[in-house]
């Protein structure tokens, strides 16, 4: 199941609320933490765990559950639009390792929606990725794509376990190119939206989730 689509009514109610043009920047960036925290409880349902017998101060066993992948978490932040979201699943996964990658799109004006953008990376700082990591990309807007696959590939070369999308608008477009290329990933969103307009933006989409973050 490549594409996980959380169309559950507390996601889309704050998702509405970050899509309409009048929230505020706080209310925003809030809203991003709020789907962030979410979004790895739900991530949490895919990883990989075992059955446990524990013992309780009543002095009785009874069986439980140990999430193993909790300790073998990397979660990889696309600076900087992602950075709330990640605030939100560290809520959920407080022992992930942290990788950072500083990519902007160069600003295009065009006649046509773009198939690609020119994708500028000046920074990254990616912890050892091992064959047992999970590696969770955050970046809440997957409009062409091309951060992401270019994210996806140079994570791709360490062999972790899994790789795992979280964004919160991906492009039809985007979501076509990334599970086209790379059947398995699994890409977590909020919301496939039907456009991108000429300048690459998503359509209808928030605007733009950086500014809008970080005023
Ligand atoms: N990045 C954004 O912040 N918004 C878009 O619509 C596309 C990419």
Known sequence: MPLVLLEEPLFLHILTQLRDERTDQVMFRKGMVRLGRLMGYKIANYLDFD???????????????????LDNIVIINVLRAATPLVEGLLKAFPAARQGIIAASRKEIEAPEPPKEM????SYE??????????????DPMIATASTMLKVIEKVSKSSPKRMIIASVI??????????????????????????????????????????????
């Open 51 to 69: 059955y446990v017998t524990v013992r309780t101060p009543l002095g009785v066993t009874t069986r439980g559950v140990v999430i193993r992948d």
């Open 118 to 121: 020119e994708i500028i990376i």
């Open 170 to 215: 991906a492009s039809k477009y985007g979501v076509r190119r990334i599970l086209e290329r790379h059947p398995n990933v699994m890409l977590f969103t909020v919301s496939v939206d039907p456009e991108l307009n000429s300048k690459g933006y998503i359509i209808p989409g928030l605007g733009d989730a950086g500014d809008r973050s970080f005023g």
């Open 125 to 138: 700082k990616i912890p050892r990725i091992t064959e047992n990591d999970v590696v969770i990309v955050a």
